[in-house]
């Protein structure tokens, strides 16, 4: 079955960087387009980014472009996030997720795969 | 961006009762050339990633129980839980896929009566 499993959430101050990775099994990684989408505490889910399923092809929110970068490894079934200059509003759990069939960053369907998630608090 | 805007924002319902949770787009999610309504249900329950329920509006993931139902097109959707379960206990998020940025409703927070 599907399993996404992120890791890489600490608790980082203000500016300061940090990396996420979403480690995938259970299905063929390399032909999934893969998104980040974060959750405060308390809120609604927050779609952050997407990347194609070559790594070709990116977008992400407008609340974290210029900041977060997504890649991914085929070679390793890894996505990973690179998350710089954090900021106290970035404090979420952050979720990898798949969208089913799709393999490039602008094919729109549902998010049908979601992992356990990684907790990141952004604290001076 | 589309917004989605769900209510109530709370309810609670009986055990074995219906259960109808609303969700209105900003603007239209049905995409005319394949006449799909870009739109998702999912279930979150506390310290558990949103589970997908419902897509194209009206369609039941696979092993959701059939209580589960989603209707509506264009701008405004429901979701419908019959005959409520005391597992049914979570909050509800509906999502629109039609355009970037994929966006999320605000939530319903369902409980028993």
């Known amino acids: 079955q599907v399993q996404l499993v992120e890791s890489g959430g600490d608790v980082v101050q203000p500016g300061r960087s940090l990396r996420l990775s979403c480690a995938a099994s259970?299905?063929?990684?390399?032909?999934?387009?893969m998104h980040w989408v974060r959750q405060a505490p308390g809120k609604g889910p927050e779609w952050m980014s997407v990347?194609?399923?070559?790594?070709?092809?990116?977008d992400y929110a407008d609340s974290v472009k210029g900041r977060f970068t997504i890649s991914r490894d085929n070679s390793k079934n890894i996505l990973y996030l690179q998350m710089n200059s954090l900021r106290v509003e970035d404090t979420a759990v952050f979720y990898c997720a798949r969208t089913a069939d799709c393999l490039s960053a602008s094919c729109y369907r549902q998010f049908d795969s979601w992992g356990q998630g990684t907790l990141v608090t952004v604290s001076s | 961006d589309i917004v989605m805007t769900q209510s109530p924002d709370s309810l609670a319902v009986s055990l074995g009762e219906r259960a109808t949770i609303n969700c209105r787009s900003s603007q239209s999610v049905l995409y005319s050339s394949n006449n799909k309504n870009y739109l998702a249900w999912y279930q979150q329950k506390p310290g558990q990633p949103p589970k997908l329920l419902i897509y194209?509006?009206?369609t039941r993931e696979s092993g959701v129980p059939d209580r589960f139902s989603g209707s509506g097109s264009g701008t405004d959707f429901t979701l419908t839980i019959s005959n409520l379960q005391a597992e049914d206990v979570a909050v509800y998020y509906c999502q629109q896929y039609y355009g970037t940025p994929r966006t999320f409703g605000q939530g319903t927070k369902l409980e028993i009566k």
């Open positions: 259970g299905f063929t990684f390399s032909t999934s387009a």
């Open positions: 990347i194609s399923h070559d790594g070709s092809s990116k």
């Open positions: 194209w509006a009206s």
